[in-house]
């Protein structure tokens, strides 16, 4: 059993920045994909960032594409989410996941754990 937690959320204007982190727990998952999604209020959760197990591959969603940087640390058992030039439609609640496989995907259902999210805020 994997557990995640979500930290790094918080309030910041247009154009800021935040990094995110994933910390898992309860195995190492350097042998798993891991992913990003988010969910802003009244929309269904989207894809935003994948990576695969050792972080040579990396995915985007366009709309975040060029902005956003996903990352990993194995030793640490962490994954981060760099996210720069931010825009008020990034508000969202993050969450992490992770895939029991070493390939990226950005289907959210191929991910067999879930972190409980982080709130992220972007004021105009």
């Known amino acids: 059993q994997v557990q995640l937690v979500e930290s790094g959320g918080g309030l910041v204007q247009a154009g800021g920045s935040l990094r995110l982190s994933c910390a898992a727990s309860g195995r190492t998952v350097s042998t798993y994909a891991m992913g990003w999604f988010r969910q802003a209020p009244g929309k269904e959760r989207e894809f935003a960032a994948a990576i695969n197990y050792i972080g040579s591959t990396t995915l985007y969603a366009d709309s975040v594409k060029g902005r956003f940087t996903i990352s990993r640390d194995n030793a640490k058992n962490t994954a981060y989410l760099q996210m720069n030039s931010l825009k008020p439609e990034d508000t969202a609640v993050y969450y992490c996941?992770?895939?029991?496989?070493?390939?990226?995907?950005?289907?959210?259902?191929?991910?067999?754990?879930w972190g409980q999210g982080t709130q992220v805020t972007v004021s105009s």
């Open positions: 996941a992770v895939r029991s496989n070493r390939g990226a995907t950005m289907l959210a259902y191929e991910y067999n754990y």
